[in-house]
């Protein structure tokens, strides 16, 4: 499975932006989705997962409220919808697909998210 972060930018605090994930392979619809997040400086952070069919999700507490993490497995595409984005919420953003013993096996490229104070 291969996946392709996009849909990252520059965006002002209070704003909105929607991120895709699309992964090559049917097999991407059976597993766990998961979105993490590195900003300068820091370790790479949990943002969201989401299980295979959608049925359940997990945020990390600073993003509760304001992300939304979906999935199309029709169009084997996963989502991260963000709303009222700070400036902290600036990053490059990872999804990751197939959770197996404790890690992610399978792991996008990145996009950079960036929200201007």
């Known amino acids: 499975v291969q996946l392709q972060a996009s849909g990252g930018g520059l965006v002002q605090a209070g704003g909105s932006l929607r991120l895709s994930c699309a992964a090559s392979?049917?097999?991407?619809?059976?597993?766990?989705m998961a979105w993490f997040r590195q900003a300068p400086g820091k370790e790479r952070e949990f943002v969201a997962r989401?299980?295979?069919?959608?049925?359940?999700?997990f945020y990390a507490d600073s993003v509760k409220g304001r992300f939304t993490i979906s999935r199309d497995n029709a169009k084997n595409t996963g989502y991260l919808q963000m709303n009222s984005l700070k400036p902290e919420d600036t990053a490059v953003y990872y999804c990751a697909a197939q959770y197996i013993e404790g890690k992610y096996h399978y792991w996008g490229q990145g996009t950079q998210v960036t929200v201007s104070s």
């Open positions: 392979g049917r097999s991407f619809r059976s597993y766990t």
């Open positions: 989401i299980s295979w069919n959608g049925g359940s999700t």
